[in-house]
T-cell receptor
Framework: EAQVTQNPRYLITVTGKKLTVTCSQNMNHEYMSWYRQDPGLGLRQIYY???????DKGDVPEGYKVSRKEKRNFPLILESPSPNQTSLYFC???????????FGPGTRLLVL | GNSVTQMEGPVTLSEEAFLTINCTYT??????LFWYVQYPGEGLQLLLK?????DKGSNKGFEATYRKETTSFHLEKGSVQVSDSAVYFCALRKGLLGSQGNLIFGKGTKLSVKP
């Protein structure tokens, strides 16, 4: 089954404790991206990647890092989480020449 | 810059009512337009799309027509069901390559359908 998976689905952490949210897709897609969803703000893009070792900033990259060492994986790293990073995070992927973008189920993060 | 504006919610309707969720966009050229749906506790799913002017996207009884002259892509359904309760996002994309391949979303409209 074609899918985008994220782990963990729920995470409670404390300020400053480094964390990684994993994202994996099994569709051999070139394009992957991370979004955060906040009430009243909709979805905002954090980072995106057009292929292995090619990443770029989205609209709200501050406080986040990403890497793309393998085509299927695109982890989101919070080196020193802060409460304003409490949010719902979505990973997404798309084939380079395809219109449809597929989303993961989301990771709900609470930073205390 | 490129942007999407959609009507604010929440929208509450009775079952079998007619639904319209307005969406307008700002972009140069001919972007592709999308409606995504997010059911409670789930990720976003593509509902329908249109890639050029006057195209009509349709799926699950929902329709939207790409209107270049009014820069709009309004979502409609003739008879909503309780199972249509969800958040609906309008989005655009300028192209497929590079930063043009990024989706730009509206803020979402929450729909609640009462039996």
């Amino acid at each position: 089954e074609a899918q985008v998976t994220q782990n963990p689905r729920y995470l409670i952490t404390v300020t400053g404790k480094k964390l990684t949210v994993t994202c994996s897709q099994n569709m051999n897609h070139e394009y992957m991206s991370w979004y955060r969803q906040d009430p009243g703000l909709g979805l905002r893009q954090i980072y995106y990647s057009m292929n292995v070792e090619v990443t770029d900033k989205g609209d709200v990259p501050e406080g986040y890092k990403v890497s793309r060492k393998e085509k299927r994986n695109f982890p989101l790293i919070l080196e020193s989480p802060s409460p304003n990073q409490t949010s719902l995070y979505f990973c997404a992927s798309r084939g380079e020449a395809q219109e449809t973008q597929y989303f993961g189920p989301g990771t709900r993060l609470l930073v205390l | 810059g490129n942007s999407v504006t959609q009507m604010e919610g929440p929208v509450t309707l009775s079952e079998e009512a007619f639904l319209t969720i307005n969406c307008t966009y700002t972009a140069t050229g001919y972007p592709s337009l999308f409606w995504y749906v997010q059911y409670p506790g789930e990720g976003l799913q593509l509902l329908l799309k249109a890639t050029k002017a006057d195209d009509k996207g349709s799926n699950k009884g929902f329709e939207a027509t790409y209107r270049k002259e009014t820069t709009s892509f309004h979502l409609e359904k003739g008879s909503v069901q309780v199972s249509d309760s969800a958040v609906y996002f309008c989005a655009l994309r300028k192209g497929l390559l590079g930063s043009q391949g990024n989706l730009i979303f509206g803020k979402g409209t929450k729909l609640s359908v009462k039996p």
